[in-house]
C-alpha cells in the first residue's frame, strides 16, 4: 500500500513519520515526514502499475540506485542522503527537506537577474566537478532537478551512473530528458560532457527563461543557436551555447573549465586527456590503471581496471593509446560503437574508455583533447 499521512516508515535509524503529500507523479511520490528527532526529511517510493512488470522494475532499480550513489557521497550543492530501507516489495529512500522551488518552476518566463543565473550555475558546475571526479555521472541534468534555496542543490539520481552501477539497462530504456539532455545520450552513449550539455541547456534556460531546443539534436536546434550567436554580445549566452554544442569534440571538456570561463579565469590549453573530472597532459607518455604508480591512477576499489591498463603517449606530432594487456579491455568509440583495441592513433576529441560491457556502457571514460 502506498504511504499516506499519518503512517510511519521505520529504519534501523530512525522512526519517520508522513506528514503530507509534495509529488505524485511519473516514476514516483515524494512526501514530507519528520524523524523521531523532530528533523524534516522527504521520503520517496516508487509507484507501481498492475500490470507492468517491465516497468515496476524499472522504477524500483531506480530509487535503489540513487540511494546507493547518494549514499556514498556529500556536497553541498546535493541533496543530502539520510536513510533508506528495502521492504522487497517496495522501497524507500529518505533525504534532506529542502525549503525551496525547482528552478523550471521559479523562472519560467522569467529569468532572473544574470548576476544570479551566474551564480546559480557557478554552484550547479561545483556539484558536477565533485560528482565527475567520483565517477559519477548525472545524466539528467536540467532546472527540473536543481532546487533553489539558501543555495542550489542537484537532485534525482535515479539516472545517474557511477563506473556500472545504472538503472536496469532495459532495451528501449531512455536516460535523460529530450530537449535537456545530450544528442548522444539517446544513442546510448553517456560521459561527463553530458552533464556539460545539462549545465549549457541550465545557463540558456536561467539567461532566457526558455529551453534551449524542442528536440535534441535537430536542424532546428542548430539554426536557433547559430541565429542566437550571430545577434548576441552576452558573454554568459556564449557560453551557453559551447557548452550546449551537438559535437562533443567543440563542448567544454571539463565542468572546470566551463566555470574558469564564465568567472574571467583563462586555462592552459596542452595535449592531455581528459578523465574523471580533470585534465592529464601528456608529456612523452602516460600511464593509465589503478596502481598508485601510474602517471594517471584511477581510484577503483571493485578493480575492473588493471593496475597497468593504457599508456597514451606521443610519437612525432601523433598520439597513440596502446592497451597494457589488460584483462578487461580498452575501447575507442569510432563509427558510432565501442571498438576494443590493442594498439591505436588517437584522433582530436576521441572518446576512450577504460573497460566497456554491453548493456552498461564504459566504466570509465577519456577525452583525448589532442591536436
Known amino acids: 500500500m502506498p504511504l499516506a499521512p499519518g503512517s510511519n516508515v521505520e529504519t534501523s535509524r530512525d522512526r519517520y513519520e508522513i506528514e503530507r503529500v509534495l509529488f505524485e507523479g511519473g516514476m514516483g511520490r515524494i512526501l514530507a515526514a519528520r524523524g523521531s528527532s523532530g528533523r524534516r526529511v522527504v521520503v520517496k517510493e516508487p509507484r507501481f502499475h498492475e500490470r507492468d512488470e517491465r516497468d515496476n522494475r524499472i522504477r524500483l532499480e531506480k530509487l535503489k540506485v540513487e540511494a ?30 529542502i525549503d525551496g522551488k525547482d528552478m523550471r518552476t521559479k523562472f519560467w518566463k522569467r529569468p532572473p537577474p544574470e548576476p544570479l543565473a551566474k551564480k546559480y550555475i557557478l554552484q550547479v558546475l561545483g556539484a558536477l566537478r565533485y560528482l565527475h571526479r567520483k565517477n559519477i555521472i548525472h545524466r539528467d541534468v536540467n532546472p527540473k532537478n536543481i532546487l533553489v534555496g539558501s543555495v542550489v542543490k542537484m537532485i534525482d539520481f535515479g539516472a545517474a551512473k557511477r563506473g556500472y552501477t545504472q538503472i536496469l539497462p532495459l532495451e528501449h530504456t531512455i536516460i535523460g530528458t529530450p530537449g535537456w539532455s545530450a544528442p548522444e545520450q539517446f544513442s546510448g552513449v553517456t560521459t561527463p560532457q553530458c552533464d556539460i550539455y545539462g549545465a549549457g541547456a541550465t545557463l540558456f534556460f536561467l539567461l532566457t527563461g526558455e529551453p534551449p531546443a524542442l528536440q535534441p539534436g535537430s536542424e532546428t536546434a542548430e539554426k536557433k543557436h547559430r541565429k ?126 577504460l573497460c566497456h560491457r554491453s548493456g552498461k556502457g564504459p566504466y570509465v571514460t577519456l577525452r583525448a583533447d589532442i591536436p
Do not use: Q
Not at 85 to 97: A, I, P, Q
Not at 300 to 328: C, K, M, Q
Open 228 to 353: 542566437i550567436l550571430e545577434k548576441t554580445s552576452d558573454k554568459l549566452l556564449k557560453i551557453a551555447l559551447k557548452a550546449l554544442s551537438l559535437d562533443p569534440r567543440d563542448r567544454y571538456r571539463l565542468a572546470e573549465e566551463m566555470s574558469a570561463d564564465i568567472s574571467g579565469r583563462s586555462v592552459s590549453a596542452v595535449p592531455s586527456v581528459v578523465c574523471m573530472g580533470k585534465r592529464h597532459p601528456i608529456s612523452g607518455s602516460l600511464a593509465i590503471g589503478r596502481s598508485e604508480l601510474c602517471d594517471l591512477a584511477v581510484e577503483d576499489p571493485a578493480r575492473y581496471l588493471s593496475r597497468r591498463h593504457a599508456v597514451i603517449y606521443e610519437r612525432g606530432g601523433a598520439f597513440w593509446v596502446v592497451d597494457s594487456n589488460s584483462v578487461n579491455g580498452t575501447f575507442i568509440y569510432r563509427d558510432g560503437r565501442f571498438r576494443r583495441i590493442s594498439r591505436a592513433k588517437l584522433r582530436r576529441g576521441d572518446l576512450i574508455a
Open 68 to 97: 546507493e550513489i547518494l549514499s556514498a557521497i556529500r556536497h553541498r550543492n546535493v541533496v543530502e542522503y539520510v536513510d533508506s530501507v528495502d521492504r522487497g516489495e517496495t522501497f524507500y529512500l529518505v533525504l534532506e527537506y
